[in-house]
């Protein structure tokens, strides 16, 4: 088992807790973005900086997760992708993505899309990342770590 992270658009506050739970339960760490970042101690963490472009880091994750893996990321098309090969996918204010809730994500998010380049609605994006987004993370991190490495 490995934890990704989507690390571009990733709260700090969600890599630290991250950074924990791999160090206290021994589960190695991937980082993937599109710019360098800053260096974290540990022997189960890794760094990869992608090329920039659009979709790079999520394709890299994508191909290099495994089924057995946890990819944690706020972009939709990402999750769908790691849920359609078998694989779990939570997003950083601690919703797991799913088969059955996905398809329905993907359908707002390319509506809202749609809205904001028409010009229908303005602004758009999510909430700021507020204590109980990461609380909730934080829970749903844990016992999601614990069932997936009871397999």
């Given at each position: 088992m490995k934890i990704w992270i989507d690390a571009d658009a990733c709260p700090?506050?969600?890599?630290?807790?991250?950074?924990?739970?791999?160090?206290?339960?021994?589960?190695?760490?991937?980082?993937v973005a599109n710019r360098s970042l800053a260096k974290h101690a540990g022997p189960l963490v890794e760094s990869v900086?992608?090329?920039?472009?659009?979709?790079?880091?999520?394709?890299y994750i994508a191909e290099h997760a495994a089924p057995t893996d946890l990819v944690v990321?706020?972009?939709?098309?990402?999750?769908a992708r790691i849920v359609a090969k078998g694989g779990v996918a939570?997003?950083?204010r601690g919703e797991l993505y799913?088969?059955?809730s996905i398809g329905?994500?993907?359908a707002?998010?390319?509506?809202?899309?749609?809205?904001?380049?028409?010009?229908?609605?303005?602004?758009?994006g999510p909430a700021p990342f507020s204590m109980s987004d990461r609380n909730r993370?934080?829970?749903?991190?844990?016992?999601?770590?614990?069932?997936?490495?009871?397999?």
């Open positions: 700090r506050a969600v890599k630290e807790i991250l950074f924990r739970a791999s160090t206290r339960l021994r589960v190695p760490l991937c980082l900086v992608v090329a920039d472009g659009f979709d790079v880091a999520d394709d990321t706020a972009d939709v098309p990402l999750a939570l997003d950083p799913s088969e059955e329905e994500r993907l707002m998010r390319d509506l809202l899309s749609e809205l904001r380049d028409t010009g229908m609605i303005q602004g758009g993370f934080a829970s749903a991190l844990d016992s999601l770590l614990h069932r997936m490495l009871r397999r």
